[in-house]
């Protein structure tokens, strides 16, 4: 017996269990957001750099096409690089409302376990 007169025991109830393997799945999924979130944000600091570098080049430009590299002129490369920006900035944002997302039903699933698990004990 517990300090409420409640048998410690007790097992939860089978929506309870539900609630907090879906919290779990979320987490896992939001840890997974956030490192697309980073890879991206990564990829991000790589074309401002790229960018940074056409601008002083003076010489022959070359693009990444896979595992070869082509010639190019430093215009096209500009809009390129400027194209990849605007598609991981788009990303970005994408990425940013999922996160929002998860982090609300978490905190809302969250509160449900917590008052759903009142009068059991789930440490064992």
Do not use: C, W
Request: hydrophobic residues 30%.
């Amino acid at each position: 017996m517990n300090y409420n007169g409640e048998n410690m025991n007790q097992q939860p109830n089978p929506e309870l269990e539900k609630d907090i393997i879906e919290y779990q799945n979320i987490e896992r999924q939001l840890q997974s957001l956030l490192l697309q979130k980073h890879q991206i944000q990564l990829q991000l600091n790589e074309i401002t750099i790229a960018s940074e570098e056409i601008i002083k080049a003076n010489g022959d430009v070359y693009r990444a096409i896979g595992t070869i590299l082509v010639k190019t002129t430093k215009e096209e490369g500009k809009q390129d690089l400027m194209e990849k920006k605007d598609l991981f900035e788009i990303r970005i944002k994408t990425l940013i409302q999922q996160e929002e997302k998860l982090k609300s039903i978490l905190m809302k699933l969250g509160k449900k376990i917590e008052d759903s698990s009142k009068g059991y004990d789930i440490s064992s």
